[in-house]
């Protein structure tokens, strides 16, 4: 498989499973340990890792969430604390959730390898959150919380050549949220607000975007050898699968 095969197989598994932890319940009770609500602890999570910025600079960092829904949840948290502190939390929540669901699943030291080998080749030019998470300290070593946090650095890696393809090609975020599979059941939960614009003419551009974004995160799996890249798309799907049922059951 070419890198971007990789890529392009490799990313709704990455897409679901690195954004898991941010659902589950003892990351909401973070965010009520911290004093701060929900969305607030979401926003500030994520783009806590670039510091003490402004909302507009995160709004554009994160790209597709609306920036009056990112302003109103990163203000209310940083009336009560710093931005790296969230981010902070956040991370720990990801290891934990990590430890707890992926400790002891048959592939996760493979999956581990493979997902930490990505994300160290991954080119994180335009990508300044992508890059700002790579960068923050890891001091959790079980195989499950690296596996966890592998999987949100490389979602976010995903969302970062995203946003980029998508400008490349004439669409604004919102244009592509309403393009995409949620339409605009996904843009209300992005914080956008209605009327929408049309979407019939934006699929054939978000289709182009998506093929774009194979091509930016290619670099990262072009780090493993093609039978490598096989093989994490089957773990990924694996791993996936058993999840899914646990949650089912």
């Avoid at 670039?50 to 948290?77: H, K, M, Q, S, Y």
């Avoid at 992926?102 to 581990?112: E, S």
Wanted: net charge neutral.
């Amino acid at each position: 498989m070419t890198p971007e095969q990789v890529a392009a197989g490799s990313k709704p598994a990455v897409l679901e499973l690195g954004e898991l932890f941010s659902r589950c319940p003892g990351t909401l009770r973070r965010a009520r340990m911290m004093g701060i609500p929900g969305w607030a602890f979401y926003v500030t999570g994520r783009a806590g890792a670039l510091g003490d910025i402004r909302a507009e600079t995160v709004a554009a960092a994160l790209g597709f969430l609306a920036p009056e829904a990112v302003a109103d949840g990163w203000d209310t948290a940083v009336r009560v604390v710093r931005p790296l502190e969230v981010a902070t939390a956040n991370l720990t929540e990801c290891c934990r959730w990590g430890a707890q669901h992926l400790d002891d699943l048959p592939g996760t030291p493979r999956l581990t390898a493979l997902l930490e080998r990505v994300v160290a080749a991954a080119d994180a030019t335009g990508m300044p959150l992508f890059a700002a998470w790579r960068a923050m300290p890891l001091s959790e070593h079980a195989e499950g919380a690296r596996a966890a946090v592998a999987l949100m650095l490389l979602r976010e890696h995903f969302a970062g050549a995203y946003l980029l393809a998508v400008r490349a090609a004439g669409m604004t975020p919102l244009e592509a949220v309403l393009a995409g599979p949620e339409g605009e059941a996904g843009a209300a939960a992005c914080g956008w607000s209605p009327p929408y614009p049309p979407v019939g003419p934006l699929v054939r551009r978000r289709l182009w975007a998506e093929a774009v974004t194979d091509r930016l995160t290619s670099a990262g799996f072009g780090a493993l050898r093609p039978a490598e890249g096989r093989e994490l798309i089957e773990l990924l799907t694996d791993v996936r699968a058993r999840l899914r049922a646990g949650a089912a059951s």
